[in-house]
């Protein structure tokens, strides 16, 4: 398709349990970004990437939390050792420049329940 | 500091005019506004970006007075489908000020009713 995709839509996992979120960019965008919604709460940045280089990391909440961009395409958002506070829906978003202007074009997320 | 600040909520009603302003008291020479309207279980949506004074597009009109301290989001005869959470952002990340021009907030949940 034409727009962002995520995937898995849902994902449960146990406590503990290592999880893998995967972001398909539109074709040929440069910018990449990944964001943490909690249930009722706006979405909260996590990282930046500027095709394959991660310019910025600074929302990542811990270092369980890892992502890359290694072909400056398709990211992958990695979650170790999952905790319960670790549940939200992880939205990706790209864009086709670098600058602020313009706009980010959000996928429909990825739902992780952890128990 | 919160970087915007919007209304919590609003109600309106199908057919009127919609406005919904956003303070950005600390907002910085090269800082864009940009608004996104979010559905439940979808991706923010991008609705429209000005820089000063006004824009308008298809869907919506963006206000900013001339200190750019705040700016209102105007959609014109709203209907139901336009309930939704609607988002102001304010930055400019590529200039040294990191991911401020990103972040979200709690948006402003918009009701219409018939």
């Known amino acids: 398709g034409a727009g962002v995709s995520q995937s898995p839509r849902y994902k449960v996992a146990k406590r503990g349990q290592d999880v893998a979120l995967r972001c398909d960019p539109i074709?040929?965008?440069?910018?990449l970004f990944w964001y943490q919604q909690a249930l009722g709460q706006g979405p909260e940045f996590l990282t930046y990437?500027?095709?394959?280089?991660?310019?910025?990391k600074s929302g990542l909440p811990s270092d369980r939390f890892f992502a890359e961009r290694p072909e400056g395409s398709v990211s992958t958002l990695k979650i170790q050792r999952t905790q319960q506070e670790d549940s939200a829906v992880y939205l990706c978003a790209s864009s086709l420049g670098t600058g602020m202007t313009g706009e980010l074009f959000f996928g429909e997320g990825s739902r992780l329940t952890v128990l | 500091l919160a970087k915007t600040t919007q209304p919590i909520s609003m109600d309106s009603y199908e057919g009127q005019e919609v406005n919904i302003t956003c303070s950005h008291n600390n907002i910085a020479t090269n800082d864009y506004i940009t608004w996104y309207q979010q559905f439940p279980s979808q991706g923010p949506r991008f609705i429209i970006q000005g820089y000063k004074t006004k824009v308008t597009n298809e869907v919506a009109s963006l206000f900013i007075p001339a200190d750019r301290k705040s700016s209102t989001l105007s959609l014109p005869r709203v209907s139901l489908s336009d309930t939704a959470v609607y988002y102001c952002l304010v930055g400019d990340m590529y200039s040294g000020g990191g991911a401020d021009g990103l972040t979200f907030g709690k948006g402003t949940h918009l009701i219409i009713q018939p």
């Open positions: 074709s040929g965008h440069v910018s």
């Open positions: 990437f500027q095709n394959e280089a991660q310019l910025d």
